[in-house]
Every structure is written in structure tokens, then in C-alpha cells.
């Protein structure tokens, strides 16, 4: 037998001394003891009032922010801020330590008996209703397990909804979403009076997890949005366009719209339409007229040295919109698909300069579907039906840092909740689209539909009087 204190198999039978384990958790948080310090030096150097006065002045200038600039506010201030205060009172010490224990999730040493806790190694904070807290795991356990035990956490911290995914060998990323932020239906977006109320660059969908607008571009790139059967998709479609419809309405934006499942969601706005096809030949025809459209406009601002053009009468923003895209670049005759992706990847790599903007919709966005996924620059990621779809279409990670995009119930009370992504902080934003109903899509026609003489043409009517 062994000597008390000698090692079995290279590995210690007692604990490391308090001392030590002190010392090692200030080196990992360097803050606890930095800050007090820091303090101590103010009182030192400013005196007691005068820091008193300069910590006051900092917390009232931070609250200001949040009150004058909420936007700024909430994406560079807001996450780290939620992110330190939860970290040091939900995710931490004895708190934390009874929670893993309850939940099945800590490991007895077999030489010592010390409880080994799981620990939290950062917390991230997206949103006031997700955080992201990436934990290293305890030797012997792996990701299926604390999947295993995921419904069991999400009780025992009274969350919406847990899920847990591996971030790197040995640590799993938990994400949990506190609560849903969405309790109603979002009515359909006003339709603006006129073409100077309309901004391009950030068109009204619906509102975002903090109560304000959600809005998005409809020039300087492709638009992609992906959700299951019900989901929300034609709600994004027809909130784009009633927030566009005075431009439709005045020529300067012209909509080339596709609908392979034979105009059934769409055939109400047709007067709407510049171009309009539900068949996939007549979409081709559509696609290659789309394109030698660009071509012309390329030569022209290269003829008058025009890098970017801008939108006018004369220069129309030229947006085609595909629903159900999957029928037109995945499920139908193979040479028609090949057609198709090529007319596709042509317009989507020259056009934005040139104001040429695709709007994709479709239910599967593996690379097999859409082959030109990676060319789409804006991604909107409504409810899918498998994890993996969140990172196909918000990108790798996604759903780690709190997209939980497969987790949105399919039943009519959560149509429209999806997710997207911040390009600054690279954080998922919730969003809701408002739900536009026949009578919306009605109005939007009686008070947007350019004038008979506008050359609004049905490819499919057309080809049928021919």
C-alpha cells in the first residue's frame, strides 16, 4: 500500500493546499483583486471624496449612454456589462457549485473524495434573454453527457430553454435562453407616404428582442432567408416590400419576383411585379433577362465612369426575389438547374454596384440545395428544422453563441422569430417579423402598384398568348 501522501500511478492522493488553489484562482481572475487595488490607489492618491466623486461621475456617464445612444449602447457596453454581472452572481462559487451537483453534473476524486466542479471558464451575453457560458468539463465526461442532463438544467435554472454544444476539446458551450421576449403578434409595418421616407439601406421587418425596429438593406448585397414550412418567410418577403412600396409605386426599385410553387403566396401582388414567373422555364427566360439587364447597366456606368450607381427612375434598384429558390437550383431538370445557378452566381458576384439584389427563400440551405450559399452577404435565419441549419446559414458558431434557431417551436404563436447576425460584434440578434395579412398585401397593391403603363409583364401570361 501506499504511503499517505506518496502518489498512486503518478497522480496525487490529497488535494493541493488552499494556498495554492487561492493563488490559481486569482490568476485566472486577475479583476477581483485588480479592481480593489485600483480603488485603494484613488483613495490613496485622490482622496476619499474626490474618488467617491470620479466612480459617481463614471456610473452616471455610462447611464447616460444607455439613455441618449441605446443603440451604441447595446451593442459595445450592454453585453459586457450583463455578461460580468451574471458571471459573478449566477455562474459562480458555491451557487454554481450546488447547481452542477443537483444536476448530476460533478464528479467525486477517487483518491481524495473532493467533489470536482465543472468551471466556468467565460460567459458571453448576446441578449438580455441568452447567454453563452463555455465550461470545462471534468475528466471522464464528454458532451453527450451534459446533453443527456440538458432538460434537467434548464428546470433547475428555470430557463426558457438550455442547449449545449462543444466549443473545443474538453469544453462545451451552454447557451441559455432566460426567456422569449416575443408575447404577441407584430402588425404589419406601415406603408411610408412617399419615396424620401423610404430608406434602402434599412427597410422595416418587424422588431428586435429589445423592442426597437429590425431592419434590414435591400441594396448592397443578396439577401438570404432560410425557415422551415411556416416559419415566417413570407412575412419577411411582404414587410420588404410594403417598407419599399412607394419606390415601387415611383419606379426606383423594380421587383423581378419567381415563385415556383406556381404564384399560389404571391399571384395577390402581381401588379406589383416588374417581371413574374411560376414556371421554371419561364423563370429561366426571367433569370437570363435579369442578367443582360446588369450587362447594360455595367456598360453604361463604364461608359460614363460611374463606379456605383445610384437609385433613380433611370437606374432602378432591380430586386429579384426567388421563393422556394430550392426548386429552382437544387429539384428541377438537372441542365435547368446548371442554367439557373450559373445566371445566378453571374448576377450575385457583378451586380451590386449596379443595384442587382437577389432575395432567396428556401427550407434546406445545405450547399447541396444552394450551391451559391457563400454569395449571399445578408443571412436571416428563421425557425429550422436541425441544428446544423443555423450555422449553414448564420455561419460556423452561430448557434453556440445563442442562434437557437431549431429550438423555435413550428406551431403559428412563434411564425416570424428568427436570428441574424451583427456584424460589428458578431453577436446573434432575435428578431420578429411582423405578420402581414391578404388585407395588408391588398392595401400595399391599391396604394403601390406602379401605373398600367410601366411595362409590368407575366412571363408565364405572355408565353401563353404567344
Not at 31 to 50: C, K, Q, S, V, Y
Not at 76 to 102: E, N, Q, V
Not at 132 to 144: F, M
Request: charged letters at 25%; glycine letters at 10%; a neutral charge.
Amino acid at each position: 500500500m501506499n504511503a499517505p501522501g506518496r502518489t498512486h500511478l503518478g497522480r496525487a492522493t490529497r488535494p493541493q493546499g488552499r494556498e495554492v488553489q487561492a493563488a490559481a484562482w486569482l490568476a485566472r481572475h486577475p479583476g477581483f483583486l485588480a479592481f480593489p487595488l485600483i480603488l485603494g490607489g484613488l483613495a490613496l492618491t485622490l482622496g476619499p471624496i474626490l474618488t467617491g466623486v470620479v466612480l459617481a461621475a463614471l456610473v452616471l456617464a455610462v447611464t447616460a449612454w444607455g439613455r441618449v445612444h441605446p443603440a451604441s449602447f447595446d451593442r459595445f457596453a450592454a453585453p459586457r456589462l450583463r455578461a460580468t454581472w451574471r458571471r459573478w452572481t449566477t455562474y459562480r462559487g458555491s451557487r454554481w457549485a450546488r447547481l452542477m451537483a443537483d444536476c448530476g453534473l460533478t464528479r467525486e476524486h477517487r483518491h481524495t473524495g473532493d467533489q470536482l466542479v465543472p468551471r466556468v471558464l467565460r460567459v458571453r451575453s448576446s441578449s438580455a434573454s441568452i447567454d453563452t457560458v463555455y465550461v470545462r468539463l471534468v475528466r471522464g465526461q464528454d458532451v453527450a453527457f451534459w446533453q443527456e442532463r440538458a432538460s434537467v438544467l434548464w428546470e433547475a435554472l428555470i430557463a426558457h430553454r438550455v442547449a449545449i454544444t462543444r466549443h473545443r476539446p474538453g469544453v462545451v458551450a451552454i447557451v441559455i435562453e432566460w426567456e422569449l421576449p416575443f408575447t404577441r403578434t407584430i402588425p404589419a409595418p406601415e406603408i411610408p407616404e412617399t419615396t424620401d421616407e423610404v430608406d434602402l439601406g434599412a427597410v422595416e421587418i418587424g422588431d428586435n428582442e429589445r423592442g426597437d425596429p429590425f431592419t434590414a438593406p435591400v441594396v448592397g448585397g443578396h439577401r438570404l432567408v432560410a425557415g422551415a414550412s411556416g416559419a415566417g418567410k413570407g412575412s419577411v418577403l411582404w414587410s420588404t416590400l410594403r417598407g419599399v412600396g412607394p419606390c415601387i409605386r415611383d419606379g426606383l426599385v423594380r421587383v423581378w419576383m419567381v415563385d415556383l410553387k406556381g404564384g399560389v403566396e404571391t399571384d395577390q401582388g402581381a401588379a406589383l411585379f416588374h417581371r413574374y414567373a411560376t414556371t421554371m422555364s419561364d423563370a429561366l427566360a426571367l433569370l437570363g433577362e435579369y442578367r443582360d439587364a446588369m450587362r447594360d447597366r455595367l456598360d453604361d456606368m463604364r461608359d460614363q465612369h460611374v463606379r456605383a450607381a445610384t437609385p433613380s427612375a433611370g437606374t432602378p434598384v432591380e430586386l429579384l426575389v426567388i421563393d422556394e429558390m430550392a426548386m429552382l437550383t437544387a429539384y428541377g431538370d438537372r441542365s435547368a438547374v446548371r442554367d439557373s445557378l450559373r445566371l445566378l452566381a453571374e448576377v450575385m458576384t457583378q451586380g451590386r454596384a449596379a443595384l442587382f439584389s437577389v432575395h432567396g427563400y428556401l427550407q434546406e440551405p445545405s450547399k447541396d440545395v444552394l450551391d451559391v450559399r457563400e454569395l449571399f452577404t445578408q443571412r436571416i435565419c428563421l425557425g429550422v428544422s436541425a441544428a446544423s441549419h443555423v450555422d449553414m446559414v448564420l455561419g460556423e458558431g452561430a448557434r453556440e453563441r445563442g442562434a437557437l434557431a431549431d429550438e423555435i417551436p413550428g406551431d403559428a404563436r412563434h411564425a416570424g422569430i428568427g436570428f441574424v447576425i451583427d456584424k460589428g460584434s458578431r453577436l446573434p440578434i432575435r428578431f420578429r417579423a411582423a405578420f402581414v395579412t391578404d388585407d395588408d398585401i391588398t392595401e400595399l397593391v391599391g396604394r403601390c402598384a406602379p401605373p398600367p403603363d410601366a411595362d409590368v409583364i407575366d412571363l408565364d401570361t405572355e408565353r401563353g398568348a404567344a
